[in-house]
């Protein structure tokens, strides 16, 4: 079992900067595949990020590519999501998830989720 935590959400101006952790516990957390999704009200969870096991590869939803970055911490148990340039419509509930396996981006693909954290960015 795997229990993740996210923290960092918050309310920014657009143009604004936040980072978002998520904080895993359980099996070894090198193991899994781990991945940041978000859901906008009415509308259905999304890939944002991904990052491997190993920590050496990395993908990007087009939508956040060159604003936003994954990265992990094995030495901690945490992965980090740093937005940069916010813009109004990356608003919604951000959740990391984890899973055995490729860097896959279909949230269905994932067996753990956290709770997701508020991220508002304002016009």
């Known amino acids: 079992q795997v229990q993740l935590v996210e923290s960092g959400g918050g309310l920014v101006q657009a143009g604004g900067s936040l980072r978002l952790s998520c904080a895993a516990s359980?099996?070894?957390?090198?193991?899994?595949?781990m991945g940041w999704f978000r859901q906008a009200p009415g509308r259905e969870r999304e890939f944002v990020a991904v990052i491997s096991a190993s920590g050496d590869i990395s993908r990007y939803a087009d939508s956040v590519k060159g604003r936003f970055t994954i990265s992990g911490d094995s030495a901690r148990n945490t992965i980090y999501l740093q937005m940069n340039s916010l813009k109004p419509e990356d608003t919604g509930v951000y959740s990391c998830a984890a899973r055995r396996g490729n860097s896959a981006t279909g949230p269905s693909a994932y067996n753990y989720w956290g709770q997701g954290t508020q991220v508002t960015v304002s016009s």
């Open positions: 359980g099996r070894t957390f090198s193991r899994y595949t």
